[in-house]
């Protein structure tokens, strides 16, 4: 019995230690959340504002064919993005993540692994990866971000592949993170601005150069998005996870302790029959 009294005074102590432990991380996380949310608002303004150029300016005018391959749909390679966390401890973030990309991905893809959970699984099933690169403990600054896209850039522009997308986790909120695919390029038209044609007088000189010079912004934009969410959906799954981990602990503290309790009443009961019975016996 002393030894099972010792055994059950372990464990109490190991779960203790992983309440205060998922209690330590839970914070952590919970801090990071508010350092994206804002980021996200003072982001959002100009991403709104350039996405809401480039679609005015491809629903309404008549585009050269240069032009107009960034928004007319092609068979052909993709090159896809997929962007996951470096560590675990998320929950079923990453599990929901995969089972998107493994029912996306086609053997002749291009893919580019952010996150060394992607890497790994990219390796595993033999993708086609052209580079990887570490997603990071701390918010992605958007410097970052120009070595990613530059892959696109090259690879869309010279015409290897006909679409550019990215599979990440979008933060709907603090207890929603949904695994989407989003394609960037080609642009799809947004029938909002069709039938609202407006006269405008482009500088320098056309429409196309304008587009031109617009594009790359316009992909930094959509691409750091998805980064910033892929980032709040990781702290939002890992605070949510760390939040149970410490509840269950704390319950499997709360019943050890019961058992240990009952066990050393058990004990010293016992003890006291033994002492009634000597005496008696005496």
């Known amino acids: 019995m002393a030894q099972n009294l010792q055994q059950i005074k372990k464990r109490i102590k190991t779960s ?45 005018r008549d585009l050269t064919e240069e032009i107009e391959k960034f928004s007319k749909e092609k068979t052909g390679n993709r090159l896809v993005y997929i962007i996951s966390p470096d560590k675990g401890l998320c ?27 992607a890497a790994n699984s990219a390796a595993k099933y033999d993708y086609n990866v052209l580079a990887s ?15 990613i896209i530059n892959i696109a850039n090259n ?18 909120n603090m207890l929603v ?28 000189d056309s429409t196309e150069q304008v587009l031109k010079d617009l594009l790359p912004y316009y992909f930094e934009v959509e691409f750091y998005s998805t980064l910033m969410n892929a980032y709040a959906s990781e ?3 890992r605070m949510t996870a760390m939040k149970n981990a410490k509840d269950n602990a704390n319950d499997i503290s709360a019943s050890l302790i019961n058992i240990y ?4 009443q058990e004990k010293i009961t016992n003890e006291i029959l033994d002492l009634a019975s000597g005496q008696q016996e005496i």
Do not use: C, W
């Open 16 to 60: 203790d230690i992983i309440a205060q432990i998922s209690k330590a991380m839970e914070m952590i996380s919970a801090s990071k959340i508010r350092k994206v949310q804002n980021s996200v608002e003072k982001h959002n303004p100009y991403a709104k504002k350039i996405k809401y150029m480039v679609q005015r300016i491809i629903t309404n």
């Open 261 to 264: 309790n009952k066990s050393r």
């Open 235 to 237: 702290q939002a799954a």
């Open 177 to 204: 993170q949904e695994p989407v695919i989003e394609e960037i390029f080609p642009i799809k038209p947004d029938k909002n601005f069709k039938g609202h044609k407006i006269d405008y007088i482009f500088e320098p």
């Open 91 to 117: 929950g079923g973030l990453i599990v929901n993540l995969f089972k998107k990309v493994s029912s996306y991905i086609q053997p002749n893809d291009y893919v580019v692994a952010i996150g060394k959970k």
């Open 133 to 147: 690169f570490n997603m990071g403990t701390s918010f992605p600054k958007y410097d970052d971000i120009y070595p």
């Open 155 to 172: 690879f869309y522009i010279s015409g290897e592949v006909t679409k550019v997308s990215v599979i990440y986790t979008e933060f709907r």
